[in-house]
């Protein structure tokens, strides 16, 4: 399926426990260069802890992570010298956005540029401005965080997430805290991001969108992969029980994207 | 004018306030060496104990929450007394200008840390793991997003506390601290008109304390506004509007 092309993640028996009580057990996950991966699951099944993993703002217990050929995490230690660097390479959309609150939009974008990676100020600028427009809130870029809808600080959060060019960017239920209008707002930015070829790993709730932007979904539950495979496996034809068990929730959720 | 409010009887003073101008120059120049000098150090001081009380190390926390209990429960009087008359015993001989700083410092620092420490809780967790996540250092982390939110919280008591500072440095005058109440004192004994030498000291701190935190509820509202406090953040909001306008 990708080829010989070098995973942007490679996950291998990732084990992650908090006080004693398995979070993540023995999870294995691989995403290719310009892939798509949904991560489905119930409330509490990992999700999130997951994603925090794989940029080390939570310290796994077991396994193995390789970011783009460098493996930064292994043997119960982390094994990568520059953590701040891994971080800069793998972009991060929180569900409550986290923009920081005493800067303006443009600021946001700019902070980790200049202060992370030592980009001189005008080009961090132009790259900031750049990224606005990309989504979609050039007209914003001198607003506060609490001056704008949740749509739009969610948007200014993901060209702050892209401002480093991340290889890869994770999502944590990006739509979660947003009405359906910014959900309609924020899902189209990613929508075009993946038609640019960006990869992501997208824990979501919105299972439709899964459905048609996602290369692979995967079902997390308990803390154990229980099913992945291509959106149609997963989605319309899941094997397991407790996937069947967890879609039949959703049913009753409308596609909201496609009325945008 | 004033001489013939003087011959009428109108001219409320006693006291020939023109012979002490400079005194009382020299006495208000004093207060605010103090009161700035004092101030200043608190602040580094209840920065660095506030750090240290929000530490995750007990062995960190334990002596800035002693320092903090133990000056916030002892007067301020007898701090400057200690400092300057206790610590000879000891054979350090502090001048009085030190002494009475010191005092100031330690004693704000304890109030300060405080409020410091309660800024620094107060900024979300989830702030300073967005900015891990961006890849930013602790320094970094600290200096762009943590203590920028947290000077916000903070301020409104800082300043409160900076005018109480400002007032108190009137306490020096027991150790003869040539501040402004202590050039009160002299003058009031000099000239034996009390009431009138008092009232018009209160005038002076008046006059130097409104407007001080007149302008600190100022800075206050463009902090809290968010509005740029360095040239540089000026120049950068500047160039971010020019571009964002032609984009
Ligand atoms: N820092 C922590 N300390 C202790 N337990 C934690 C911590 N973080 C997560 N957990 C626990 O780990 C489990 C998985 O949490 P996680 O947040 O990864 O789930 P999730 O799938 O993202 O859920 P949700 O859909 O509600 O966001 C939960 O039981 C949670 O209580
Ligand atoms: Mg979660």
Known sequence: MTGGQTPVVTIEGLVKSFDGRTVIDNVDLTVAPGRIVSVIGQSGGGKSTLL???NLLEKPDRGRIVIAGEEVFAGGRVVCDDLARLRQSVGMVFQRFHLFPHLTAVENVMVAQRKAAGVPEKQALETAVRLLKRV?????GLAFPDQMSGGEQQRVAIARAL?????VLLFDEPTSALDPESTREVLRVMRELADDGMTMVIVTHEVPFARRISDRVVFLDGGRIIEQGTPAEVLDHPTHARTREFLTSFDEITDQETHS | MISWLQSHGYWPFHVAWSEWTSTLLDGLLKTIEYAAL?????ALLGLVLALMRTSRIALVRLPATVYTELFKNIP???IISVTYYGIVQF????GVFEAGALSLAIFYAAYLSEIFRSALVGVHGAQREAAQALGLNRWSTFAHV????????????TNTMLVDLLKSTSLLTVIAAGELMAVGNSVASQTFEQMEVFLVIGAIYFALCYPLSQGLLW?????????????ARSRRLRAARELLETA
């Open chain 1, 52 to 54: 925090r993993c794989v």
């Open chain 1, 136 to 140: 979609h809130l050039a007209h914003r």
């Open chain 1, 163 to 167: 401002a480093l060019q991340p290889k």
């Open chain 2, 38 to 42: 004092g101030f200043v150090a608190a």
């Open chain 2, 76 to 78: 301020l009087l007898v």
């Open chain 2, 91 to 94: 054979g350090i001989k502090l």
């Open chain 2, 146 to 157: 943590v203590f920028p939110q947290a000077l916000r919280l903070a301020l409104p008591g």
């Open chain 2, 219 to 231: 800075l206050e509202r463009r902090v809290r506004a968010g509005s740029p406090l360095s040239p």
